[in-house]
Each structure stands twice: as C-alpha cells, then as structure tokens.
C-alpha cells in the first residue's frame, strides 16, 4: 500500500480508486477504525469520483508516534497528503474525528477543498476528563479494554443482531488499532474547541447524523449547521454513530444529493 510522509516525518498510508479523470472525493476515518471504514462509499461513489482515502495519524497502517495530538496536526497530515499527491482541491467527507479534522481544515484551508461532508461529529466533546480517562486505560490495558463499549455504541443493538459480519469487521479494526495511537487522538479531541471557529466556515457543507448516535448525538449535528452559513442537515433513523455503515443507502444518497447539487 502506498505511503506519504508529512513535515514532521510520519507515514501516512493512503488509497487512490475508482475513476482516474474524475474529481476527488477524499475519505477521512474516524477515531479506531482505518481507510476500509469507507468499503461501502468506495462501491457507491467509485464510478463517479476519484476516490482517496487514507489511514489517520494513529491508525491502520499509518505511523503511530508518541501522543498527544492535536486537531490542527491531524489536519496538517490531510494537506501534506494532498499536498505530495498534487491535489490542489478536493471533496471531503469525514466521519467522527474525520468530521472534526474536516472542521478544522474548512477554517484553516477552505480553499484547498469544495464541498465538505461532516458526519457524525462534533465541534466540542463536554467530557474531557472521560477522554484522557480512556487515553490511559488504552496505553495501560490495550484495545481490548475498550472494545466491547465502543462496539456498543457505535451500532445499535437491530443492526448488530442482523450483520454480525459487518459488525465484527470494526471490531477487528478497533483491535488492531495501535493504543499509543488511538490514545494520542484521545486527547486530541480532549482539547478541541471549534464552536466559534467554524462560523468562518464558507464552503459548502453537509451534516451528517444518526438519530440514535449516543457518541455524537444529533444536538452536535444540529450546532454545527446552525454555526456554518447555508449548512445542510440530515439525521438518519435507525443509526448510531457510524451512520456510513449502518444507513450505507441513505447515507450515501445524502452524500452524492449534495455533491450533485
């Protein structure tokens, strides 16, 4: 699998699919998981748009040095990507911590991107005592201290009774997830504040929440597109937080309706 190195030396590794002369639509995983978060979008979106994705700072196949991170370093790694792809401007659709990096980049770098999905996220976490807190338990005690509570939230309990498989894939990919990585995101989002940033946002933006999404309920999605000037806004029903998975259909629709618009 192909690599990039940021300013600061880390290898990021990354996915380029689908059609080659068509615009980029790059992918951005959330907090635990890796590029292959993204299989359904990939089937749905390849045959229209170039698809890029890649494993966050922390995660998959990606360099894992010594936490804590930051929002702005996580985002810096997005424009080095593109910066040695040579991409001067894409689409993005981020996801949890991917929705939040993709925050950051809207405020900072607007201009290197077009429209902006964010999904299942939010601008700021209340619980930043909870977030160092699974930090330490995650270098002390491993992935596994976490998983079953992390599955569990991220899925509701009809979606894991009828695709275990689909289920257990994420599972797999929480488990593999390096803890000094996942940790050092932990306190990434510990110390995220973009409530009044985001309100320079000026490129098109599309929110995304799942109505049953404890991680991220839909108050943040609500927050977020009333912060962003003409923001869209859809809450999918019968979906935790990772809505891309568990509403694959609809969320997908929402995302290529607003592409298309």
């Known amino acids: 699998m192909p690599t990039i190195t940021t300013d600061d030396g880390i290898e990021l590794t990354y996915?380029?699919?689908?059609?080659?002369d068509a615009p980029v639509l790059l992918f951005s995983n959330s907090l635990g998981t890796d590029l292959g978060m993204w299989e359904d979008q990939l089937e749905a979106f390849s045959a229209t748009r170039r698809?890029?994705?890649?494993?966050?700072?922390?995660h998959g196949r990606s360099g894992a040095p010594k936490g804590p991170y930051s929002i702005e370093r996580l985002g810096r790694d997005v424009l080095?990507?593109?910066?040695?792809?040579g991409l001067e401007k894409?689409?993005?659709?981020?996801?949890?911590?991917?929705?939040?990096?993709?925050?950051w980049l809207g405020i900072n770098a607007g201009d290197r991107f077009g429209k902006m999905v964010y999904a299942n996220t939010a601008a700021h976490m209340p619980t930043e005592e909870m977030w160092h807190h699974r930090a330490a338990t995650v270098r002390a005690n491993g992935m596994q201290s976490i998983v079953a509570a992390v599955v569990n939230r991220w899925f509701t309990e009809g979606f894991q009774t009828?695709?275990?498989?689909?289920?257990?894939?994420?599972?797999?990919?929480?488990?593999?997830?390096?803890p000094e990585g996942y940790a050092g995101c932990c306190e990434a989002i510990a110390a995220m504040d973009q409530r009044e940033a985001i309100k320079a946002i000026g490129n098109p933006v599309l929110v995304i929440a799942g109505a049953e999404d404890a991680a991220t309920p839909p108050d943040h999605a609500h927050q977020i597109a009333e912060a962003i000037a003409g923001a869209g806004l859809v809450v999918l029903p019968d979906a935790a937080h990772l809505s891309n998975i568990e509403?694959?259909?609809?969320?997908?629709?929402a995302v290529a309706n607003f592409l298309a618009d």
């Open 15 to 20: 996915e380029f699919e689908g059609a080659a």
């Open 51 to 58: 698809i890029l994705r890649y494993d966050s700072r922390g």
């Open 80 to 85: 080095c990507l593109m910066d040695m792809l």
């Open 90 to 103: 894409v689409d993005y659709c981020g996801l949890s911590k991917g929705g939040m990096v993709g925050m």
């Open 162 to 178: 009828r695709e275990p498989e689909r289920v257990a894939r994420i599972r797999e990919m929480i488990l593999a997830t390096s």
């Open 247 to 253: 509403q694959r259909d609809l969320f997908n629709e």
